[in-house]
Nanobody, 118 residues
Framework: QVQLAESGGGLVQAGGSLRLSCAAS????????MGWYRQAPGKQRRLVAT???????NYADSVKGRFTISSDNAKNTVYLQMNGLKPEDTAVYYC????????????WGQGTQVTVSS
C-alpha cells in the first residue's frame, strides 16, 4: 500500500529557504509521477511541481526559478527545495503520487505547513 509522509515545513522569513521531503513506500519512482501541491487557506489545492519517471520535471509558473523538485531512488524520497520564499508561498504542502500509465490513481500525504513571514 502506498504511503507518503511529508516533513520539513516550518516558519521562515521572506527570502529564506526550506527543503521539504516526502518519504514514499510502495512507489517505484522510475515508473510513476511524484509531485508537490499546495493549498492556501480558502483556496483550491494547486500544483507546485512534478517529476515523472525520476527525470522529467514540471513547475507552476509562480515557482519557476525558485523551487526545485528532485528524487532519490535509493532513499525512496522526493524533495522540494524552496528558495527565495515569499509570503504568498504560505500554504499546506502535500506530496502526491500518481500511478502510471494513466496517472489516474493518486495518493496523498497528510501535508506539511509552510509559513513565510514578511
Amino acid at each position: 500500500q502506498v504511503q507518503l509522509a511529508e516533513s520539513g515545513g516550518g516558519l521562515v522569513q521572506a527570502g529564506g529557504s526550506l527543503r521539504l521531503s516526502c518519504a514514499a513506500s510502495a512507489v517505484i519512482f522510475s515508473k510513476n509521477r511524484m509531485g508537490w501541491y499546495r493549498q492556501a487557506p480558502g483556496k483550491q489545492r494547486r500544483l507546485v511541481a512534478t517529476i515523472t519517471s525520476g527525470e522529467t520535471t514540471n513547475y507552476a509558473d509562480s515557482v519557476k526559478g525558485r523551487f526545485t523538485i528532485s528524487s532519490d531512488n535509493a532513499k525512496n524520497t522526493v524533495y522540494l527545495q524552496m528558495n527565495g520564499l515569499k509570503p504568498e508561498d504560505t500554504a499546506v504542502y502535500y506530496c502526491n503520487a500518481a500511478m502510471a500509465p494513466f496517472y489516474s490513481v493518486v495518493y496523498w500525504g497528510q501535508g506539511t505547513q509552510v509559513t513565510v513571514s514578511s
